[in-house]
């Protein structure tokens, strides 16, 4: 029996608990301390840690019924906030509505506490050595959330999701020489498109976490190691820990953890996501606008000395100064204070870069407040099915040529061919033409091949759910008095924009 142990080998002999992880916990927990008059903003970091792991839980579920293709993007969107249901005591939740609602303002949480913990740190001298490295981490880190945001908007594929892109590819174009290619890279193409939306879901969902990880985990053990900046203490002075880290600090995690929380969980409760009209390039009366975190930057492209030949200046060589102030701030800043008030130089500094960075945000939010917005449309029901994700295309090997040389035989396209024999079956052809045949009704409805408003798929498949809604004065008959089932109407729908006029 040599090697093992009289408790059994792996246990302590009191809890059952096995030692490597009773050892850890021993270290990283119970056996812990503090530095003495540490508060509740030291427990910023923890809070959005906390946040953190909610967004990759609520991601993950949402990325079970997310279609990222534009022809079905909103519609899944639109399923997950409707049709995801579930009975808790007899009530019906709408969790799929829960759940997405979570993921956005928790997206929101995630850049304040980041920037709360930003300034936290600059504010208390955190950044000094030997903390050096923990700093130039976390400003990583908070580009890394960032570009979680920027990736993130696109993806409902409403008008706010795909203008807010197109602005914000429009500034990453400003930037001189690898600009232009560097938006053409990410949208895939010369405008934004199914390649734009498919980079961005594989940046938000791929690049972007297996980024995160890594520099989220180095931050963290660097934390451990090195410990908690003692409050007021200078550079090279001994850090006394005289408080304990369990339970007193644990406490003041967990509630400043549980409060950013119960905020987002209150906000998704009653207020849901929002979602707008589905994204559209005809602007009519709608103003493009960047989500709130980037506001701030598109607003000072109204100041006049940042227009003209001088655009770079706001979209890249302010913010790329910026940021490498962050990054060499414990190389320049090598005084041995770390108090804010005998750092008046840096304290003021940095007050004078908050209150810009607040009041160029806030400026932004008072000048949407009025603004025009195409409302989104009444929510339509897509039927006992719900949303269905598509079917893979057939796959149609190629033909050889004909005998006489010719060129080789096209086959057709199953999807069109069925479309086209619906619209034969439901008797659209009845009032409409098809081809410049049909309209035995005389109705004088438009030639379906080539219709002149060129809608996306989604559009066409709400518009033949319930015609009136979008056209009140039309006299046409809804998919349910035409008798078409859920995957006939969307064939249909996607026919239709596959062949309308862009």
């Not at 953190?52 to 993007?73: K, R």
């Not at 049709?83 to 993921?103: D, F, M």
């Not at 985990?217 to 006394?240: K, Q, S």
Request: hydrophobic share 50%; with cysteine.
């Amino acid at each position: 029996m040599s090697g093992a142990s009289a408790d059994g080998g792996g246990g302590d002999g009191a809890g059952g608990t096995p030692r490597p992880l009773r050892a850890l916990l021993v270290e990283w927990v119970f056996a812990k301390q503090v530095p003495a008059g540490v508060g509740f903003l030291r427990a910023l970091g923890t809070a959005l840690f906390v946040v953190l792991l909610t967004q990759a839980v609520t991601g993950m579920l949402l990325a079970l019924c997310y279609v990222p293709s534009p022809d079905h993007a909103y519609n899944s969107v639109r399923f997950i906030d409707h049709e995801v249901k579930s009975t808790l005591g007899g009530h019906e939740i709408a969790v799929g509505r829960l759940v997405r609602g979570l993921h956005h303002w928790g997206a929101g949480a995630v850049i304040v506490l980041a920037f709360l913990h930003l300034l936290r740190t600059f504010f208390t001298g955190a950044y000094k050595r030997p903390r050096a490295l923990l700093w130039v981490l976390g400003v990583a880190l908070f580009g890394v959330l960032l570009g979680f945001g920027f990736t993130g908007y696109l993806l409902p594929w409403d008008m706010k999701a795909f203008w807010a892109t197109d602005v914000g590819m429009t500034i990453v174009a400003t930037v001189p020489e690898v600009g232009p290619a560097l938006a053409d890279l990410l949208r895939g193409g010369p405008e934004l498109g199914a390649p734009t939306l498919t980079r961005m879901f594989a940046l938000h969902v791929l690049i972007l976490p297996a980024l995160l990880i890594p520099l989220a985990g180095l931050h963290l053990l660097l934390v451990h190691r090195l410990g908690i900046t003692p409050p007021g203490a200078r550079v090279g002075a001994p850090e006394v820990k005289g408080a304990p880290f369990f339970p007193d600090h644990v406490v003041r995690e967990l509630l400043v953890a549980a409060a950013a929380l119960g905020v987002v969980g209150f906000l998704a409760w009653k207020l849901g996501a929002p979602l707008e009209a589905p994204a559209s390039r005809e602007l009519g009366e709608y103003e493009p606008r960047p989500e709130w975190y980037f506001l701030g930057l598109f607003q000072l492209l109204k100041l006049e000395w940042f227009q003209g030949d001088r655009v770079w200046y706001a979209t890249a060589l302010l913010p790329g100064a910026v940021g490498a102030l962050l990054l060499l701030l414990p190389w320049l800043d090598r005084g041995k204070e770390r108090s804010a008030s005998q750092r008046p130089i840096a304290t003021t500094l940095g007050v004078l870069a908050v209150a810009g960075v607040v009041g160029m945000t806030a400026w932004g939010f008072w000048e949407t407040k009025d603004d025009p917005k195409r409302p989104p449309p009444p929510y339509v029901p897509v039927g006992d099915l719900a949303y269905v994700p598509p079917s893979s295309p057939p796959f149609a090997p190629p033909t050889d040529a004909t005998a006489g040389g010719g060129t080789p035989a096209v086959p057709a396209d199953p999807a069109s061919a069925r479309a086209e024999a619906l619209l034969a079956e439901s008797g659209c052809v009845d009032c409409h033409t098809l081809r410049g045949e049909g309209d035995s009704s005389g109705a004088g409805g438009p030639e379906l091949r080539g219709l002149a408003d060129g809608h996306d798929a989604a559009w066409y498949a709400a518009f033949l759910l319930n015609p009136k809604q979008f056209k009140p004065d039309i006299d046409m008959p809804s998919a349910a008095d035409l008798e078409l089932a859920d995957a006939d109407r969307f064939a249909i729908a996607e026919w239709l924009a596959a062949n309308a006029r862009k």
